[in-house]
């Protein structure tokens, strides 16, 4: 895979499958939609955030300081159990 950010946008190519990066995957008609692939990101930022904050250096997110539709957002997403 090889992901793209350009901006604000970005590009998703299977190098195995598409060589030559003719088909982006999140792109209009491609497997990924951009918006929930950026939404992913952006949750995932959350989490690595939250995970800085652990003072007690537990070695995992501390799920009660997320309010929580961000902490079932990132359970669906696989982040988190």
Known sequence: M???QSGGKFELYD??????ERLNLLAPGGCLEESRFTKSLELRKRLDAIRKQDV???GKP???LMDPSTRKQLRSLGYVQ
């Open 56 to 58: 007690l250096n537990l």
């Open 15 to 20: 190098l195995v499958k598409d060589f030559s």
């Open 62 to 64: 501390l799920l009660w």
């Open 2 to 4: 090889k992901l793209i």
